[in-house]
């Protein structure tokens, strides 16, 4: 799923072992790409665990100061920038854990259609890079 999809959803109950799953496959990903005499051609896996529901939107987005005309840039968007513009082929995991809340998903549109790009409020607009992918760890769907 992850060479087709850059948004991937992993559902279920609180300890049911979601965080562990994505952790054994980072680390599998990752010991696969350091393997010389495999046939499988993989690429080291890193990832940020992000709880948005932890913090405001401001603070996951960021925000426009209209006074000083200063952006702060949030969780997200300081992640996603790093991740888009960094220059190794590792693959790259924004891992979203908590309730999937339609307030900042809306936010996401753009990522998760097919332009694959994130607009920020200041007008800047980060790339989805080919090794990033944006995975949703949450207990349902029931927003």
């Known amino acids: 799923m992850l060479h087709v999809q850059?948004?991937?959803?992993?559902?279920?109950?609180?300890?049911?072992?979601?965080?562990?799953?994505?952790e054994v496959l980072s680390d599998t990903l990752t010991h696969l790409s350091e393997q010389k005499?495999?046939?499988?051609?993989?690429?080291?896996?890193?990832?940020?665990?992000?709880?948005?529901?932890?913090?405001?939107?401001?603070q996951l987005y960021g925000i426009?100061?209209?006074y000083t005309h200063e952006w702060s840039d949030g969780v997200l968007g300081s992640t996603f920038r790093d991740m888009a513009?960094?220059?190794?082929?590792?693959?790259?995991?924004?891992?979203?854990?908590?309730p999937v809340d339609s307030e900042w998903i809306?936010?996401?549109?753009?990522?998760?259609?097919?332009?694959?790009?994130?607009?920020?409020?200041?007008?800047e607009i980060i790339h989805l890079s080919h090794w990033?992918?944006?995975?949703?760890?949450?207990?349902d769907l029931g927003w």
Not at 8 to 18: D, F, N, R, Y
Not at 85 to 98: L, P, Q
Not at 132 to 139: D, K, Q, R, S, V
């Open 85 to 98: 513009t960094s220059t190794t082929d590792e693959r790259k995991w924004i891992v979203f854990d908590g």
């Open 6 to 22: 850059h948004g991937i959803m992993l559902v279920g109950e609180p300890m049911s072992c979601k965080t562990k799953l994505i």
């Open 106 to 123: 809306e936010n996401l549109n753009t990522v998760l259609d097919d332009s694959k790009k994130l607009c920020l409020m200041n007008g």
């Open 64 to 66: 426009f100061d209209p």
């Open 37 to 58: 005499d495999s046939k499988m051609m993989e690429n080291r896996t890193i990832y940020k665990i992000i709880n948005p529901k932890s913090i405001t939107m401001t």
């Open 132 to 139: 990033m992918n944006l995975i949703f760890e949450t207990g």
